[in-house]
Each structure stands twice: as C-alpha cells, then as structure tokens.
C-alpha cells in the first residue's frame, strides 16, 4: 500500500491541503453564531442585518468546504483502485503458471469483487475522511482554548469519550470481517460452478441437492454478515451514545459557566457549537477507526498476494534470438504429486516433422505438452530448446516461439480479429488470409471482422469450428513449435479429418500433438508416433 501512496503522494497532498481549508471554513461557522448572538443581544438591528447576510454567504461556503473534501477524497481513492485492479492483472499474469492453475480461478474473481471493496469503502474511504476529521478536530480545540482554556480542557475530556469504540471494535471484529469475505468467496464459487455447469446439472438432475448446497452456502454467508453487522453496529452505537453524552454534558457544564459568569452566553454558544467540531470528527474518527481495523487483515492479505514474490521470471534470464530447430527432453524424471509420471523418458522433436504422442489416460501426455510449453517446472538439463535449458528461458521469449492449441476454446468478448490474435496488433488482410486457411472464411463477414461491439458470433460456432478457430491462432502466431492437445476430441469423422488436413498444412515447424484418436488416417498423417505407458 505505500508504494501506491508514493505514486498518488500529489493527489493525497492537494486532498490534505483541501481538507484543511475545509476544516478551517467548517469551524468558522461557530463564531458566526456567537457573532450574531453578540449583535442580537446588543439589539443593533442594522448590524445585525448585515451579520445576517454575511452568514448566508458564508454558510454557502460551508456547504462547498463539504463537498470539495468529499470530491478529491473521490479521486483520490478511485485513483488508488485503479492501480489496485492493474496491480492485482499484472500480479496474475506474471504469475508461474504452475502457482496460477493450482487455484480456482474465483478466487482471484473474489479477490477483485470482494476484497477490492472491502479495502475501498472500509479501509480507503475512512483512512482519507479521516484528515479531514483531524483538522477539524485541532482548529476546533485552538478556538475554544482561546474563548476559555478551563472549559475547552472539560470539553475536551468529554469529547475523548467515543475513542473507546475502536478499542471494542479491535477486540470483536479484527476477524469477522475476513469470515464474512471467505463466505462471500464460497458463494460465489458455487454460484461460478452453477453457471459453468448448468446443462450438466439440468440434464443430470443435480439441480435439487445442488441448490441445497448453494442454499446452504448463503445462509452461512447471511449468518456471518448478520453477525459482523450486529457486532458492527454495537460499536457504532456505542460510540454514538458516548458522543452524544459528550454533546449533552457541554450544555450542562456550560450552563454552570455562565451561571458563575465564567463564560457568556455567545462563548456558550460557540462552543457548544465547537463542541459539535470536537467530538464529531471524534466520533467519526472513532467509527472509522473501527471500520479499519474491521478491514485491515483483507486489505493486508490482498497487498500481500499483489506483493507476493512466487513468480519465477527472475530466474528465467536467457532469450530466444534464432528459429527452434530441436526439442529436446533428456532422461525426464517428472513426479505430479507423489505419482511418478516420467521416469527417464528421452525424446528428440525435430523441426519439419510433425509427432502424435498417444497413450492410456493417465500416462501423462497432457503432462508432457504442459513441460513442453514451459508450464511445468523441471530440473536442469532434462529439456533443451536448441540446446539450451527450457527452465532459463524467459517465458516471453519462449512464447514468441511456441504456440499451444488446447482443447478448450477461450472466447473473449470482442472482435473476431482480436479474437483470432489473441490481441496482438494485426493487419487485416492477414485475419481474413488466416480465417481462409482454417476454413473458417465463409463463416464470417469480412466486414465484421474488427467489430469489437457485436458479439453474437460467439454463440453459433460449433465444436469444430472452435477448435479451428484455436488453430487460427497458431497459425496467425506462426510459431516454431505448435503443440496441440487432443485437437480431434468429441470431432465426428468428418471434423477430425478436417483438423488432420490443417495440422498438415502446417510444415516447416516442429508439430506435437497429444491425442485419444485411433483414427489410421488420421495417425497415418504424423511422421512419429510416440506411445506413452503408466509408470
């Protein structure tokens, strides 16, 4: 958070400098009250008059010294989270990958929905109202120990009064609200499964107990949220109720000041009137207080993920400058787990061939593409890229190289040609020569092919014409190695030929394919056929 407070530090000063204008306008407000009760009671009408309409112009005044704080307390903390959200899209993309997958992906969506706010309405919004609060506070006590230092010291013993609540606050709701996130982040998880998995459970009947389950679900996050409100909203009154009291007790102390005519009657009122600018901001300052300490342990976790040092880009310092020519994998010991999923296996990929790893479920051909495209880590000297280690190279540069076809299709929710480079910068007629060559040309209007806001495209592509759009993207990209996983599965006969006429069209690069086909044709095709075995 204080690197980001550095980068904002121009917009966190101008909203200080706001907030002590603010306060100093704020606190003016109470001797122009005693300044009319003076003239009122001298009964000078015109003086009054004119007292009277220089406090209308002053108390418009007030109402912009309100709403300027309030403005650039807006921008900044809108500022501050939008370099959160990037902060958080440039912590996952340099993710390892390894570390990326081993998480549901709501998490990270929880982690922008739900913690983000958090941090924003009950870690930010305090933490920078609270300047305000404070200006007010110490412009309010100089005025009043100049009206009357034994007064303001009874008033200002009163005012302290409503800090006890973040001391409740520390004690009862540190973790709550960090339960209620986690209940939040379950919820949506499922309600995410529900979505994904709908015509499953719609077909196969799964949608009674699994809507208990997710009932269930909601009705320990209504729990926990009802909890931490109740528990919130005990210490809100607590510190009401003190600052109330503090209020109330200054007319009564006051009242004995003037009796012993200590004090006038428009002291009085000033500073009751200052008393309300005492304890205000600390009361405020009080249930902000609480709502920090309520929030802090999830904005310190989300800092914490955002700052986290798991990515291993560091260590990966070599570049790609020449074309592949070779993989190379060398006595491979890989255990996923505590299952050994390689033990010794060698291999050569040659540039110019095209290779069909097949094998039983489980013998590790999705593993094999997976070490392959860098994902998975291996030990020095088992996989060479042109005779350097695979695990030093920058996957950037490495990417430049590889293309990976999988099996699932992502979808992004803009233009077919955005689609077809995966957002790299184009020339159309390369999108419309690309779309041509994997057949996918009469399936679109070349005209719709930049169209960013129509995307009802996304809805009419088959399986097959998914899988060929994938293929698109690799043959766009160009890569030295294409590695493709089970690009003909779930294809009738007719499909899987036309991806097999694809894959062969595909020459002068390093082809491996992983694949359940028992189709000779379609076997026939590769120059290599690599069986993998369980170990």
């Known amino acids: 958070m204080k690197k980001i407070l550095k980068r904002n530090r121009s917009l966190f000063f101008l909203h200080v400098i706001l907030c002590a204008m603010a306060a100093l306008i704020q606190v003016g407000v109470a001797l122009v009250y005693r300044q009319i009760t003076e003239v009122a009671m001298s009964g000078d009408v015109k003086r009054l008059l004119f007292i009277g309409i220089f406090a209308f112009f002053y108390i418009l005044l007030n109402t912009m010294s309100d709403f300027i704080p309030r403005r650039s307390k807006s921008v900044l903390v809108q500022s501050i989270m939008n370099q959160l959200r990037e902060s958080l899209s440039q912590k996952i993309v340099r993710m390892n990958p390894v570390l990326f997958l081993k998480n549901e992906k709501n998490e990270y969506l929880s982690k922008l929905a739900n913690e983000m706010k958090v941090v924003e309405l009950e870690f930010l919004k305090p933490g920078f109202g609270l300047i305000l609060s404070i200006f007010t506070f110490l412009f309010s006590l100089l005025f009043t120990l100049k009206l009357n230092t034994s007064f303001s010291l009874i008033m200002l013993l009163l005012a302290f009064s409503p800090l006890l609540a973040p001391y409740f606050a520390k004690r009862i709701l540190s973790d709550r609200r960090k339960s209620v996130v ?315 030929m036309i991806i097999s006429d694809l894959i062969c069209s595909l020459t002068d690069k390093i082809i491996i394919v992983v694949t359940h086909s028992t189709n000779q044709e379609f076997l026939g095709s590769f120059d290599e056929l690599i069986q993998l075995n369980k170990s």
């Not at 809100?236 to 007319?251: E, H, R, V």
């Not at 428009?266 to 009080?286: C, H, K, N, V, W």
């Not at 540069?397 to 689609?419: D, G, H, P, R």
């Not at 009802?456 to 190695?481: M, P, Q």
């Open 182 to 496: 986690l209940e939040q982040d379950r919820t949506l998880s499922l309600f995410d499964q529900l979505l994904s998995g709908y015509l499953t459970l719609r077909v196969g009947k799964g949608f009674p107990t699994y809507t208990k389950i997710f009932t269930n679900s909601s009705e320990r996050l209504k729990k926990e949220s009802i909890t931490f409100e109740t528990l919130q909203g005990l210490t809100y009154a607590i510190s009401f109720g003190l600052g109330d009291l503090a209020y109330s007790g200054t007319w009564i102390v006051g009242g004995f000041f003037v009796a012993a005519k200590i004090i006038t009657i428009p002291d009085l009122i000033a500073m009751t009137t200052l008393m309300s600018t005492i304890a205000g901001p600390l009361e405020y300052f009080s249930t902000s207080v609480t709502d920090i300490l309520a929030s802090k342990k999830v904005a310190d976790d989300l800092i914490a993920f955002i700052d986290g040092t798991d990515d291993d880009e560091p260590n990966r310092s070599l570049e790609l400058a020449e074309p592949i020519n070779t993989l190379s994998i060398e006595n491979l010991h890989f255990h996923h787990g505590n299952r050994l999923i390689f033990n010794g296996f060698t291999q050569t990929f040659e540039r110019g061939k095209k290779y069909a790893i097949t094998g039983a479920s489980g013998s590790g051909k999705s593993t094999l593409l997976n070490i392959l495209a860098g994902i998975y880590p291996i030990d020095d000297h088992q996989v060479l890229v042109d005779q350097q280690e695979m695990n030093q190279l920058s996957r950037d540069s490495l990417y430049e190289k590889v293309a990976l076809v999988q099996q699932k299709t992502a979808i992004f929710q803009t233009s077919i040609a955005y689609n077809v480079s995966i957002f790299s910068e184009y020339e159309l007629e390369k999108i419309v020569d690309v779309l041509k060559r994997s057949g996918l040309d009469d399936r679109f209007d070349n005209n719709d092919l930049t169209d960013t806001q129509d995307n009802t495209w996304i809805n009419f592509l088959s399986g097959g014409e998914l899988r060929r759009l994938e293929i698109a993207r690799a043959i766009f990209k160009d890569s030295d190695v294409i590695l493709f996983d089970e690009p003909t599965s779930g294809l009738d006969s007719i499909n899987e």
